[in-house]
């Protein structure tokens, strides 16, 4: 295994907004607290002890042992569990879908970064202790972009009828995905466990949300990862004050609309609010709260309330309360000893614009970390960029890019149009400056000149290398073959495969060298050469 990290700026593969974070831009300071360094773990640490009650401590507490009531958990989980009473426990978190099988690699990304900032924090502030949390998204309606997963290019596709919150949706219908599913993996020892693995998971528990846990359990509780489901009336009912607030004053939409103007100068906006981000939960339904004409309703359905109504199902019935993109994170925050949340560049570009409400309602706001991102490159992959002549950083450059600039390094015929174009630029230097004294109208001729070479060179570059494209076609295919295996559709691999395909070829060694490589803190992008 040889690890090799780059700056993310060298990949093309993240926003301008992500990349101006990392470098600390001044034009975004005003939209997060600490940033991700041990001197901003030290200031949120204090921050967010002096925040969270033991009250809430108390009821995390317990509605953690009841959810993990029948679940098998490791040693190192059930301790963490046990620390999370203590005032000096504090949370590290990321979220995710509880898409099928996991859905794309950067699943295991996001929970690894998870554990391994935690192990670090442990090292650097020995008098806390720190918790990796999964905040499984199970109140999420979005089924469309969870149900399936991808294996060797094929889909895998989970057909059910929508409706209604995912983590409590029926497993019933799974065995036929196990059968299509299997019938790819073969009869090896990793296609066995993962033939079980997911069979354990869809088969043996009733709904999505009870066989996520089991999967992550099953992959990560050795490492002490902590699972929690918001699905619950007991944490509602903590977060309730700030569910009335959300009903009633909307404060959620005024701050973060005036966030998304300034923001909004300089970057694309993630999400656009609501004026009330909350969802009513039904057992089948999931659908928003509007407010008109002095009622609350819940769209697509007869369900009304007055003001005093929906209070006071607020107060009996917390659980049916669901807050939406935008108001999820606060209630993290609210119910957990949270110090951090580790997300994607899509995921980190809605919190920045949470910031100002969070200011106004008083709750501190998490530092923000982008989690760690890899490539997987085999040995025989490594040779063939070798061969190439193609170095780690080269691979992310535009397959065009790359092809232009591999063909020109490799062609026969000698001849630097940069070197051409600047000594025809200099000679059109002189001739303006001669130009200059005499009228405007030798001056526009001088520059339609210049155009007109520039443009003919340019133009006789862009021949020669399709010319060279032709006769170095062999290489051409090389590089395209190689490139579309490193990056599906052209896009990051974490975001196209599943974690079973380097699964079935290492075993359980794939996520132990995955832990191994990912350094949180360091905010570089992986290449894994395993």
């Known amino acids: 295994m040889k690890v090799t990290h780059i700056p993310f700026q060298k990949t093309g593969f993240f926003s301008k907004l992500m990349l101006d974070y990392l470098e600390k831009n001044e034009k975004l300071r005003s939209f997060y607290h600490h940033f991700p360094d041990l001197d901003g773990f030290q200031h949120q640490i204090f921050e967010k002890e002096k925040f969270f009650d033991s009250k809430t401590r108390i009821t995390l507490y317990n509605e953690l042992k009841n959810q993990y009531n029948l679940v098998e958990v490791s040693q190192k989980t059930a301790e963490n569990i046990e620390l999370l009473q203590s005032q000096n426990t504090f949370t590290i978190t990321t979220g995710h ?33 720190f918790v990796p949390i999964y905040w499984m998204a199970t109140e999420d309606h979005d089924f469309d972009e969870i149900n399936y997963f991808n294996f060797k290019g094929k889909k895998v596709l989970w057909n059910r009828k929508d409706g209604g919150a995912v983590g409590r949706f029926s497993t019933d219908g799974l065995q036929e995905v196990l059968e299509v599913f299997s019938a790819h993996l073969g009869n090896s020892k990793n296609a066995l466990y993962l033939k079980n693995l997911f069979s354990d998971a869809y088969l043996k528990h009733k709904n999505l949300a009870s066989a996520t846990r089991f999967i992550a359990n099953s992959l990560f509780g050795q490492h002490g990862l ?42 694309k906006i993630q999400v656009n609010p ?60 609210v119910v957990l000893p949270n110090l951090c949340y580790i997300g994607g560049g899509g995921e980190i570009a809605y919190w920045l614009q949470l910031k100002y409400y969070f200011d106004t309602i008083a709750v501190p706001f998490p530092i923000l970390l982008l989690r760690n991102s890899v490539q997987v490159i085999s040995p025989k992959q490594f040779k063939k960029l070798e061969n190439l002549s193609i170095s780690i950083e080269e691979i992310f450059l535009n397959q065009h890019e790359l ?30 400056e001669v130009a200059k004294q005499t009228d405007i109208t030798f001056v526009n001729a001088v520059n339609a000149q210049e155009h007109k070479q520039i443009s003919g060179l340019e133009n006789l570059e862009k021949r020669l290398l399709k010319a060279e494209k032709r006769r170095q076609e062999d290489l051409v295919q090389r590089i395209i073959i190689l490139q579309n295996e490193l990056f599906p559709n052209q896009s990051l691999e974490e975001r196209q495969r599943n974690f079973s395909e380097y699964y079935l070829e290492y075993g359980s060694d794939f996520i132990e060298m995955l832990k191994e490589s990912l350094k949180p803190l360091q905010l570089e992008f992986t290449v894994l050469e395993i």
């Open 274 to 333: 609501r004026e009330i981000n909350l969802f009513y939960l039904e057992k089948n339904s999931r659908e928003r709260i509007v407010f008109e004409n002095g009622i609350f309703k819940i769209i697509n359905s007869d369900i009304e309330f007055t003001k005093d109504e929906i209070l006071l199902e607020l107060e009996h019935h917390p659980e049916k309360f669901s807050p939406n993109v935008l108001l999820r994170p606060l209630y993290q925050e």
């Open 97 to 129: 879908q509880l898409n099928l099988f996991t859905g794309p690699l950067y699943f295991l990304y996001k929970i690894l970064s998870t554990i391994n900032l935690c192990e670090e924090l442990s090292e650097k502030f020995p008098n806390q202790n």
């Open 403 to 432: 092809i232009a600039k591999k063909v020109i390094e490799n062609k026969e015929i000698n001849i630097q149009f940069d070197e051409k174009k600047a000594f025809l630029q200099n000679q059109f230097f002189e001739l303006k």
């Open 226 to 267: 902590v699972i929690i489901d918001g699905d619950s009336r007991d944490l509602k009912q903590v977060f309730s004050p700030f569910l009335k607030d959300e009903l009633l004053h909307q404060t959620s939409y005024k701050e973060v609309s005036k966030t998304i103007s300034e923001l909004e100068k300089a970057y």
